[in-house]
């Protein structure tokens, strides 16, 4: 197995809040494009995955949250290599009741998604079915995935 040195494995933590069975995304401006993610970020060395959630969420929308447990992972790896990056999402509540979007220029938008809403809406990485299945109470087979890396 070779590993670049100068690679590195980007892990990224998502929140899935779910209210009146629908799910809270984040919309985000790159290049004229807007795809839809899972409110979270990067960790940051030394700081645990709580700690990354509580803290992108408050970035992102001035929310404090309870972390739950969690809900499945991921790894989306561009074909070229270029690119790899480990998704954990967790479920978690919120415990703030007016949300406002954070000053980062990618930020564009958040709204809650109900299942049917989902399915044509572009979302990174491609967890779309996975978003229905648990709004409509299916659960997930397993707790680990593959999802096909999605260009902008």
């Known amino acids: 197995m070779m590993f670049a ?8 933590v998502a929140s899935i809040i779910i209210m009146d069975s629908r799910v809270l995304l984040v919309a985000h401006r790159k290049d004229g494009h807007v795809y839809w993610l899972l409110p979270g970020g990067g960790v940051a060395y030394g700081e645990t995955v709580p700690e990354a959630l509580k ?29 790899h990056i480990l998704h954990l999402f967790f ?6 009741e007016n949300l406002s979007l954070g000053r980062e220029k990618r930020l564009y938008a958040f709204r809650f998604f109900s299942a049917e809403e989902l399915e044509d809406l572009i979302i990174f990485p491609r967890i779309n ?7 409509n109470g299916e ?10 890396w999605a260009p902008l």
């Open 5 to 12: 040195a100068e690679k590195n494995i980007r892990i990224r």
């Open 91 to 96: 479920f978690c509540e919120l415990k703030t």
């Open 129 to 135: 079915d996975e978003l229905a299945r648990l709004l």
């Open 55 to 83: 803290r992108e969420l408050h970035e992102e929308l001035g929310a404090d949250i309870g972390v739950g447990d969690a809900a499945f992972v991921c790894d989306t790896i561009d074909p070229d290599k270029k690119r």
């Open 139 to 148: 659960g997930l087979p397993s707790i680990y995935r593959v999802i096909r």
